[in-house]
C-alpha cells in the first residue's frame, strides 16, 4: 500500500518533533495548567529561541571563518555550507551556547514582559503576550539582518561532522528526548513541592493567595520565565534540526497547536501534556509521510490535521473531560507523615481523632 | 492593658458614598483576647480589611508593633506577623483540606522554586508541617478530613479550616472574622478555650469579630463595638452588654 514506509525514519522524525513540541506543551502546562495564567504568545518565547540559535549561529561561523558575506545572502548562504561541519567543536559550542542563551534570553524577555501586566488582571496577560508574539514576528518579517521573510538558513546542525546523515538524525533524537526528560523531571519535582502547591493556589484564587503571604506577582514572574526559558530551549532545538527558520514558523497557529496538546493530554499534568504532544505530533507526522504517497494534492496535510485535531479533543473532552491524564494532588512527604501518625493512631487503639 | 501591639488612629474607609469606616481610632494589647461587635454592616469585615493591606484607607493611620503598616500589600502585613481569616471562607478548591492548612506557613524552604526540585533540602520541614496540621485538624474534629477537596466540606468545616490555616502560621496578631459563625456550639467553645490556652501559654494575641456574643462574651478581656463606621461603645464584656447605646444598636435595627 505504502511502497516507501521508512518506519525507523519515521519514528527518528516523529521523535524530534514530540520532543520538541512536548518541551513547549510541559511549559505551557506550568503557566496555564498549574498557574492559571492564559499565555497566548507562547510561540513567541519558542521563536526567540529559535532566531537565536538561527543568528548566534551563522554569524559565528562567518566570523570565525572571516567570510564578509552577510548570512541571507547566496555568498552567505554558499560559505555557511562550506564551513559548517569543518569543525566538532565549533558546531558543539555554538550548539551548548545557543541552549544556554536561549533559555536566559527567552526567560528573561517572559519575565521582563509579563510584569508589568501581572498587576492589571489575567485577562490583560494573555492578549499582551498574543500581541507580542505577533509583532516580533512582524518585525522579523521586515528585519533585514535576520533575513526579513526570507530568514535564516544554512545553521551548523551541531553533529555536521558525523558523515552520515541518518546518524547524525538520531543523534539529534536522543538530545531533544535527552532535554525533554530533564523538563519534564524538573517541572514535576516542582509540581510536586511545596512551590507547586503556591502555584494551585494562586491559580485557584489569587487574592486569598496573596492574602496568605503570598508574593503573587513575583510567582507569576518565576513561572513565566521557567516557562518562556523553556520554550526559547525547544525552539534552539527546532532551529538546529530545520537548519533554516523564517518567520512564518512562528504564527499563533502554533501556539494554540500547543495549547491543544495541553487540553488534550490533561490541564494541570505535565505528563498529560507529553501525552497530548506525542498524540498531535504523531497525527502531523503520519499526515506529512503519507500525503505525498497518496498523491493528494487538494487537501493540505494541513488542513487534514486541524480536522483531526479538533475531533480528537472534541471526543476526549466529551467523554474525559480532565483530558487523558487528568490533574492529580500534589504528592510531597506529607502524605507520608499522614499516613504514619494515621497508622500510630490505629495502633493505639483510640480510632482516629483525639476528642 | 499592656502596649498595644496594633493601633488604629482615625481609620476611614468609603465605598463611594457608602462610609464604611469613619474614623475609628483603637488599640489591640499585647496578649489581648479582644473582640470586635456590631450589627451587620457596620464596618467590622472593611476594618480587617484595611488593617490587613486588602484595602487602602481613605484616611487614617494603621501602626503594628511600632511600624505604620497602611498601604503595604495584603502579603507584607502577612508576612509581618499579622494573620487574618475570611468571613466566607476563601479555601483553595482544588487543594485538598491538608494543602490548603500545609499552604500558609509563611518562607517554606520549598515554596522558593530553586529549592523546591530538591526534596530533601525541604522534606523534614514539610513533615513538620503535616503533623502540626494533622494535630490541629484532629483538635477540632476534623482528622478523617485530611483528603478530602474542600468542595465536599459543609459550611461549618470549611468555616474551622479557614481558622485552622491561620492557627498553624507563627504569627504574633490574628484577625478572625466570625470564627464561631455556623459552628457547632461545643466546638465554638473549644475554639475559643483553645486561643485563651494559645495567648496564655504562648503570648499571641487575637482580635475576633463575632456575631455569637454567647459564646464571644466569655472567652474576651475587651470589647469594641462599632455601629455605622463609627465606635459606639468599648469596655469590659459586662459593661458593653448593659450600655443602652449597644443594647439600641442592636435592637434598633
Ligand atoms: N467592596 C465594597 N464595595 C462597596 N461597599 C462595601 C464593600 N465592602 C463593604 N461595603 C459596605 O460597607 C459596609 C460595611 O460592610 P462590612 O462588610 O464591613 O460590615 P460587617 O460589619 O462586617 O457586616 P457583617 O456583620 O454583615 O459581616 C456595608 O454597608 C457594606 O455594604
Ligand atoms: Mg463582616
Given at each position: 500500500?505504502?511502497?516507501?514506509?521508512?518506519?525507523?525514519?519515521?519514528?527518528?522524525?516523529?521523535?524530534t518533533?514530540?520532543?520538541?513540541?512536548?518541551?513547549?506543551?510541559?511549559s505551557?502546562?506550568?503557566?496555564?495548567?498549574?498557574?492559571?495564567?492564559?499565555?497566548?504568545?507562547?510561540?513567541?518565547?519558542?521563536?526567540?529561541?529559535?532566531?537565536?540559535?538561527?543568528?548566534?549561529?551563522v554569524?559565528?561561523?562567518?566570523?570565525?571563518?572571516?567570510?564578509?558575506?552577510?548570512?541571507?545572502?547566496?555568498?552567505?548562504?554558499?560559505?555557511?555550507?562550506?564551513?559548517?561541519?569543518?569543525?566538532?567543536?565549533?558546531?558543539?559550542?555554538?550548539?551548548?551556547?545557543?541552549?544556554?542563551?536561549?533559555?536566559?534570553?527567552?526567560?528573561?524577555?517572559?519575565?521582563?514582559l509579563?510584569?508589568?501586566?501581572?498587576?492589571?488582571?489575567?485577562?490583560?496577560?494573555?492578549?499582551?503576550?498574543?500581541?507580542?508574539?505577533e509583532?516580533?514576528?512582524?518585525?522579523?518579517?521586515?528585519?533585514?539582518?535576520?533575513?526579513?521573510?526570507?530568514?535564516?538558513?544554512?545553521?551548523?546542525?551541531?553533529?555536521?561532522?558525523?558523515?552520515?546523515?541518518?546518524?547524525?538524525?538520531?543523534?539529534?533524537?536522543?538530545?531533544?528526548?535527552?532535554?525533554?526528560?530533564?523538563?519534564?523531571?524538573?517541572?514535576?519535582?516542582?509540581?510536586n513541592?511545596?512551590?507547586?502547591?503556591?502555584?494551585?493556589?494562586?491559580?485557584?484564587d489569587?487574592?486569598?493567595?496573596?492574602c496568605?503571604?503570598?508574593?503573587?506577582?513575583?510567582?507569576?514572574?518565576?513561572?513565566l520565565f521557567?516557562?518562556?526559558?523553556?520554550?526559547?530551549?525547544?525552539?534552539?532545538?527546532?532551529?538546529?534540526?530545520?537548519?533554516?527558520?523564517?518567520?512564518?514558523?512562528?504564527?499563533?497557529?502554533?501556539?494554540?497547536?500547543?495549547?491543544?496538546?495541553?487540553?488534550?493530554?490533561?490541564?494541570?499534568?505535565?505528563?498529560?501534556?507529553?501525552?497530548?504532544?506525542a498524540?498531535?505530533?504523531?497525527?502531523?507526522?503520519?499526515?506529512?509521510?503519507?500525503?505525498?504517497?497518496?498523491?493528494?494534492?487538494?487537501?493540505t496535510?494541513?488542513?487534514?490535521?486541524?480536522?483531526?485535531?479538533?475531533?480528537?479533543?472534541?471526543?476526549?473532552?466529551?467523554?474525559?473531560?480532565?483530558?487523558?491524564?487528568?490533574?492529580?494532588?500534589?504528592?510531597?512527604?506529607?502524605?507520608?507523615?499522614?499516613e504514619?501518625?494515621?497508622?500510630?493512631?490505629?495502633?493505639?487503639?483510640?480510632?482516629?481523632?483525639?476528642? | 492593658?499592656?502596649?498595644?501591639?496594633?493601633?488604629?488612629?482615625?481609620?476611614?474607609?468609603?465605598?463611594?458614598?457608602?462610609?464604611?469606616?469613619?474614623g475609628?481610632?483603637?488599640?489591640?494589647?499585647?496578649?489581648?483576647?479582644?473582640g470586635?461587635?456590631?450589627?451587620?454592616?457596620?464596618?467590622?469585615?472593611?476594618?480587617?480589611?484595611?488593617?490587613?493591606g486588602?484595602?487602602?484607607?481613605?484616611?487614617?493611620?494603621?501602626?503594628?508593633?511600632?511600624?505604620?503598616?497602611?498601604?503595604?500589600?495584603?502579603?507584607?502585613?502577612?508576612?509581618k506577623?499579622?494573620?487574618?481569616?475570611?468571613?466566607?471562607?476563601?479555601?483553595?478548591?482544588?487543594?485538598?483540606?491538608?494543602e490548603?492548612?500545609?499552604?500558609?506557613?509563611?518562607?517554606?524552604?520549598?515554596?522558593?522554586?530553586?529549592?523546591?526540585?530538591?526534596?530533601?533540602?525541604?522534606?523534614?520541614?514539610?513533615?513538620?508541617?503535616?503533623?502540626?496540621?494533622?494535630?490541629?485538624?484532629?483538635?477540632?474534629?476534623l482528622?478523617?478530613?485530611?483528603?478530602?477537596?474542600?468542595?465536599?466540606?459543609?459550611?461549618?468545616?470549611?468555616?474551622?479550616?479557614?481558622?485552622?490555616?491561620?492557627l498553624?502560621?507563627?504569627?504574633?496578631?490574628?484577625?478572625?472574622?466570625?470564627?464561631?459563625?455556623?459552628?457547632?456550639?461545643?466546638?465554638?467553645?473549644?475554639?475559643f478555650?483553645?486561643?485563651?490556652?494559645?495567648?496564655?501559654?504562648?503570648?499571641?494575641?487575637?482580635?475576633?469579630?463575632?456575631?455569637?456574643?454567647?459564646?464571644?462574651?466569655?472567652?474576651?478581656?475587651?470589647?469594641?463595638?462599632?455601629?455605622?463606621?463609627?465606635?459606639?461603645?468599648?469596655?469590659?464584656?459586662?459593661?458593653?452588654?448593659?450600655?443602652?447605646?449597644?443594647?439600641e444598636?442592636?435592637?434598633?435595627?
Amino acid at each position: 500500500m505504502l511502497p516507501s514506509f521508512d518506519a525507523f525514519g519515521f519514528l527518528v522524525s516523529w521523535g524530534t518533533f514530540l520532543g520538541i513540541y512536548a518541551i513547549l506543551a510541559v511549559s505551557l502546562n506550568l503557566e496555564v495548567g498549574l498557574t492559571g495564567m492564559a499565555n497566548f504568545g507562547k510561540v513567541a518565547f519558542y521563536g526567540i529561541g529559535a532566531y537565536l540559535a538561527a543568528s548566534l549561529s551563522v554569524y559565528a561561523v562567518l566570523a570565525v571563518y572571516h567570510v564578509a558575506a552577510a548570512p541571507y545572502t547566496t555568498e552567505g548562504i554558499i560559505a555557511l555550507g562550506k564551513y559548517g561541519g569543518a569543525s566538532p567543536a565549533l558546531d558543539l559550542g555554538i550548539f551548548a551556547a545557543s541552549l544556554v542563551l536561549g533559555f536566559i534570553i527567552a526567560g528573561c524577555v517572559g519575565y521582563l514582559l509579563t510584569y508589568p501586566t501581572l498587576r492589571v488582571g489575567p485577562a490583560f496577560l494573555g492578549i499582551t503576550l498574543l500581541a507580542f508574539g505577533e509583532l516580533l514576528r512582524i518585525f522579523l518579517l521586515n528585519y533585514q539582518p535576520l533575513g526579513a521573510s526570507k530568514g535564516l538558513s544554512g545553521i551548523p546542525h551541531p553533529f555536521l561532522w558525523i558523515p552520515d546523515p541518518v546518524l547524525r538524525e538520531r543523534l539529534y533524537v536522543l538530545v531533544v528526548l535527552g532535554f525533554l526528560a530533564v523538563t519534564l523531571w524538573f517541572a514535576e519535582r516542582i509540581t510536586n513541592s511545596p512551590f507547586g502547591r503556591v502555584l494551585k493556589a494562586v491559580r485557584d484564587d489569587e487574592v486569598a493567595a496573596l492574602c496568605m503571604g503570598k508574593h503573587v506577582p513575583r510567582v507569576k514572574a518565576t513561572v513565566l520565565f521557567i516557562g518562556s526559558g523553556m520554550a526559547g530551549v525547544a525552539g534552539v532545538l527546532l532551529a538546529f534540526y530545520m537548519s533554516s527558520v523564517n518567520p512564518n514558523m512562528f504564527v499563533p497557529a502554533v501556539t494554540f497547536n500547543i495549547w491543544a496538546m495541553v487540553i488534550l493530554g490533561g490541564m494541570g499534568n505535565n505528563k498529560g501534556a507529553v501525552v497530548g504532544a506525542a498524540i498531535i505530533t504523531f497525527v502531523d507526522r503520519i499526515l506529512t509521510f503519507i500525503t505525498p504517497n497518496l498523491g493528494i494534492t487538494i487537501i493540505t496535510p494541513d488542513y487534514v490535521r486541524w480536522m483531526i485535531v479538533g475531533i480528537l479533543i472534541v471526543l476526549v473532552l466529551m467523554f474525559m473531560p480532565g483530558g487523558l491524564v487528568p490533574e492529580k494532588p500534589i504528592k510531597t512527604p506529607a502524605w507520608e507523615a499522614v499516613e504514619s501518625l494515621e497508622k500510630e493512631s490505629k495502633e493505639g487503639g483510640s480510632g482516629g481523632d483525639e476528642a | 492593658m499592656t502596649k498595644p501591639i496594633l493601633e488604629v488612629k482615625d481609620l476611614a474607609k468609603y465605598f463611594g458614598g457608602v462610609k464604611a469606616l469613619d474614623g475609628v481610632t483603637l488599640e489591640v494589647p499585647e496578649r489581648g483576647v479582644i473582640g470586635l461587635i456590631g450589627p451587620n454592616g457596620s464596618g467590622k469585615t472593611t476594618l480587617f480589611n484595611v488593617v490587613t493591606g486588602f484595602y487602602v484607607p481613605t484616611r487614617g493611620e494603621v501602626w503594628y508593633a511600632g511600624e505604620r503598616i497602611d498601604g503595604l500589600n495584603p502579603n507584607e502585613v502577612f508576612l509581618k506577623g499579622l494573620v487574618r481569616t475570611f468571613q466566607i471562607p476563601r479555601l483553595f478548591p482544588s487543594l485538598t483540606v491538608l494543602e490548603n492548612v500545609l499552604l500558609t506557613p509563611p518562607r517554606q524552604v520549598g515554596e522558593r522554586v530553586l529549592t523546591a526540585p530538591f526534596r530533601s533540602k525541604w522534606e523534614e520541614q514539610e513533615k513538620e508541617l503535616a503533623r502540626k496540621a494533622v494535630a490541629l485538624l484532629r483538635k477540632f474534629g476534623l482528622g478523617e478530613y485530611v483528603r478530602a477537596r474542600v468542595s465536599e466540606l459543609s459550611a461549618a468545616h470549611m468555616k474551622m479550616i479557614e481558622t485552622i490555616r491561620g492557627l498553624i502560621t507563627d504569627a504574633r496578631v490574628y484577625l478572625l472574622d466570625e470564627p464561631a459563625a455556623g459552628v457547632a456550639y461545643t466546638t465554638a467553645r473549644e475554639l475559643f478555650t483553645f486561643i485563651r490556652r494559645l495567648r496564655d501559654e504562648e503570648g499571641l494575641t487575637f482580635f475576633i469579630i463575632e456575631h455569637r456574643l454567647e459564646v464571644l462574651m466569655d472567652f474576651v478581656d475587651y470589647v469594641y463595638v462599632l455601629h455605622n463606621g463609627r465606635l459606639l461603645s468599648e469596655g469590659k464584656p459586662d459593661e458593653v452588654m448593659s450600655d443602652p447605646k449597644v443594647i439600641e444598636a442592636y435592637i434598633g435595627r
